[in-house]
């Protein structure tokens, strides 16, 4: 029954290398849960959820500073893996994330104690897992790297092109609160340069909508 529910074999590139007992433990261990928009979900420390697959929906995963700042680190969306949700089964390894769900959502989990069990007996399990990880931390560190070198401005302008790509479509239904979060900066920061870029020909505001009018000069920024 869990097969019509989610189709591993379909997600996980190892897993033609599982013994067919690794695989029934795998597809029965699967848990679905129904989400909202607009749920908070927080993982790190003793909070360790597993190995998570969106079946449907979007999520953004996001750090929080003590001053409660936030910085958007990516986005998931339906088939995507979120592997560090499942780091904390990494010897020494401790990361605090939070998740909000920006549809409402599907959300697939392989628990812990089910992941960990195969991927300690399984070298292929292994080196996907070690891979995703660090790719992820890869894409991280780039995003700090930017985060310290690129101006407030060019961070905007990418941020609302991968918004235009996640929509599909030039109008976008996103708050410039939502958007100082994606950043971690100020609304005022975010609603001053929307207007220059308005000003410039690049978008066009409207209450609780921006309208991409030239792609490929806001890629420039």
């Not at 996980?12 to 979900?41: A, I």
């Not at 998931?76 to 592997?83: A, C, P, Q, R, T």
């Not at 089964?89 to 939070?98: A, F, H, P, T, Y």
């Not at 628990?111 to 931390?137: G, Q, R």
Request: charged content about 25%; glycine content about 6%; some cysteine.
């Amino acid at each position: 029954m869990m097969q019509d529910v989610l189709e591993l074999n379909q997600i996980f590139p190892f897993w033609k290398n599982l013994k067919k007992r690794e695989q029934e433990e795998l597809q029965q261990g699967v848990v679905q849960n129904e989400y909202s928009k607009g749920t908070l979900l927080h993982y790190g420390g003793r909070e360790c959820a597993g190995v998570q697959i969106i079946r449907s929906g979007q999520a953004r995963v996001f750090i929080t500073s003590p001053n409660g700042g936030e910085i958007t680190l990516f986005r998931l969306v339906e088939g995507d893996v979120s592997i560090l949700s499942a780091a904390c089964m990494m010897k020494g390894m401790d990361i605090e994330l939070d998740m909000e769900l920006e549809e409402d959502s599907i959300i697939c989990t392989i628990p812990k104690f089910v992941y960990k069990k195969i991927h300690d007996e399984n070298a292929a399990v292994k080196d996907y897992t070690l891979e995703m990880i660090s790719e992820k931390f890869s894409d991280i560190m780039w995003l700090f790297n930017q985060y310290v070198f690129s101006n407030v401005a060019s961070r905007l302008a990418d941020t609302i092109l991968e918004h235009r790509a996640l929509a599909g479509m030039d109008t976008l239904s996103i708050t410039h609160d939502a958007l100082a979060r994606d950043l971690g900066t100020a609304r005022e920061v975010v609603t001053r340069l929307l207007k220059q870029f308005q000003l410039d020909g690049l978008v066009k505001l409207t209450r609780g909508k921006i309208e991409v009018l030239d792609a490929g000069k806001l890629a420039k920024i």
